[in-house]
């Protein structure tokens, strides 16, 4: 089990990355386009930069939803490989058994 400050930790980035996204994809587009002027681009970077470091999108880390644990995560199940194995041979997953052949 992950500490509970970190898993809220990551809420919270997620909700600032989710808040920014639109703002920060009109600066990024800005200044990957190569026809604006040097001026538009450092203002754009500026911009950028005074924005709050959670806000950009690598800093937000995929987090298994019951247990929080961060590492082996399947994003497709949003469970860390540990939860799902269990609750796979629970039988809680529908769809889903143990591989044998």
Do not use: H
Not at 37 to 53: C, F, L, T
Not at 68 to 80: E, H
Request: overall charge positive; hydrophobic content about 30%; some cysteine.
């Amino acid at each position: 089990m992950a500490k509970k400050s970190k898993v809220v930790k990551n809420n919270q980035r997620k909700e600032l990355v989710e808040r920014y996204s639109d703002k920060r994809s009109k600066l990024l587009s800005i200044i990957k386009d190569p026809k604006t002027s040097y001026v538009d681009k450092r203002i754009a970077y500026q911009k950028i930069e005074k924005m709050p470091r959670d806000a950009n999108p690598i800093r937000f880390r995929n987090r298994c939803n019951l247990t929080g644990r961060s590492r082996g995560v399947y994003r497709r199940f949003g469970l860390s490989r540990i939860s799902l194995r269990e609750m796979v041979n629970n039988g809680l997953i529908p769809g889903v058994s143990k591989a044998s052949w």
